[in-house]
């Protein structure tokens, strides 16, 4: 079983920063991926960026290249989304999800979801 906990969102102005982290417990952190995900209002969940067990990052949506990033720090069981240039339809929740089984791929654990708007 693993624990995700998450913190960090909130309301910021168009163009400023944000960071996310999510804490995890429970099996040993360094041994699987981590992902985020958001969903919009009216839309559904979907991948933003993964950090593989190694450090390897993989992005899945155009929108967020440059801009977000993720990292993790292995010591504090955490991973961090870091956003940059946040404009208002990065609005959403966000989620973070733990890969822990093979095939990859499957997020069979997850966050409560933290909200962050971004206003124009």
């Known amino acids: 079983q693993v624990r995700l906990v998450e913190s960090g969102g909130g309301l910021v102005q168009a163009g400023h920063s944000l960071r996310l982290s999510c804490t995890a417990s429970g099996r040993t952190f360094s041994n699987y991926a981590m992902a985020w995900f958001r969903q919009a209002p009216g839309k559904e969940r979907a991948i933003l960026i993964r950090i593989g067990r190694s450090g390897g990052i993989s992005y899945y949506q155009d929108s967020v290249k440059g801009r977000f990033t993720i990292s993790r720090d292995n010591a504090k069981n955490t991973v961090y989304l870091q956003m940059n240039s946040l404009k208002p339809e990065d609005t959403a929740v966000y989620y973070c999800?733990?890969?822990?089984?093979?095939?990859?791929?499957?997020?069979?654990?997850w966050g409560q979801g933290t909200q962050v708007t971004v206003s124009s």
């Open positions: 999800a733990a890969d822990t089984r093979l095939p990859d791929g499957q997020y069979d654990y």
